[in-house]
């Protein structure tokens, strides 16, 4: 357009500036027609490249647009997984700290059960001497045999078994030899004894007393303690306490210094108690001792662990002794001896319900006797 607009300014130039007026040709008017014509086609040529143009820039303002929200979605999921790496490697971090935590506790557990091993190893042979005593004690059958004992001796219990039963004043224990009598009596309660001419009356009750049926004990061996046993029998027992105190007491005898000796009565045997707790071991793992007893004269004692035992379970019941009647209301008319034979002469007759009479004790009244209980074994023939 602008071309066109300069060839008709240049043509009215030309027609003004030679002042000529003349009529147009129709070579003039065709080439003039020509020209409009394709300027024309430029014209619609320049359109159609216009609306090329604006599509194409339409079209670039959508893929940028496009590009942009692509972008901003990439931006965004590039911030989420930078944020949930951020996470995953906070997290990583804290396992890795609990890890290093775990890793310091299970040393340190470790190096207090090294620890405790050790200390395990350096007491394992006192452990070794540890032991623990668990046994049934079997019932056994008591019988009273007409022995007595003084009150110092009344407060120990061996499950041979060795009971003491206190009596009362004005009783008498009678034991026979056949159990039925002695049931026989117990059901007749009330018996009438004749003591010459005047009669007294006296009642028969069954003597219960409780005994152990189960024991449990832990025992451990003392260190500074041995029990010697084998020990003669022929010999005075201060002879042997200060013959056994001279043998240990050295040390070409594995001994030591002595501080303590004392005899076991019920056992026969001998505790020894030494200052120095070592030396105990190296004396019983020997065992057998020959001790001078006399001149030129050896005698083998057997050396053997001491232990000290503590009862941590006891259970008893009672008990009744079937062969033993205990008769009560005896009152003091005459001399002990005579009125007990009395009473033996009484239940021995079969006449009076009585029987065979294997032993027997009367108690006056305002007298104490303690009454000692042991078992009741199958005589010998």
Known sequence: TKLNSQRRGSFLSKMSSDEEFSLVSEDDLQKVLNEIKHLKLQHEALLKD??????????????????????????????????????????????????????????????????????????????????????????????????TCEVAQSLSFDVKPNIV???????????????????????????????????????????????????????????RRILVSNLPKEEAEERILDKLEIHFSKSRNGGGEVEEIDMLHDSGNVVVTFIDGSVSKGLTDKLIHEVEMERGKKHKVKATPFLNGEITFFQTHYTVCKKTVLLTGIPAIMEQENLQDLLEIHFQKTANSGGEVDAIVYNPVGHSTLAVFEEDSPKEE
Do not use: W
Request: aromatic share 4%.
């Open 50 to 147: 216009h609306k090329l143009l604006k599509e194409a820039s339409d079209n670039n303002v959508k893929f940028a647009q496009q590009f942009q929200q692509r972008s901003a979605q990439l931006r965004k999921n590039l911030e989420e997984e930078e944020k949930k790496h951020n996470e995953a490697l906070k997290k990583d971090q804290e396992r890795l700290e609990s890890v290093k935590k775990e890793k310091n506790k299970l040393m340190l557990e470790l190096i207090e059960m090294e620890q405790d091993l050790t200390k395990m190893n350096e007491t394992n042979h006192i452990l070794k001497q540890q032991t623990e005593v668990s046994t049934a004690v079997p019932e056994k059958k008591v019988v009273f045999k007409g022995e």
């Open 165 to 223: 039963y206190p009596m009362e004043g004005g009783t008498a224990l009678i034991t026979f030899e056949d159990a039925q009598v002695a049931e026989k009596i117990l059901s007749l309660m009330d018996h009438v004894v004749e003591i010459g001419d005047c009669s007294i009356t006296v009642q028969a009750k069954t003597v219960n007393f409780l005994v152990p049926t189960y024991v449990e004990m832990d025992t451990q061996v003392c260190p």
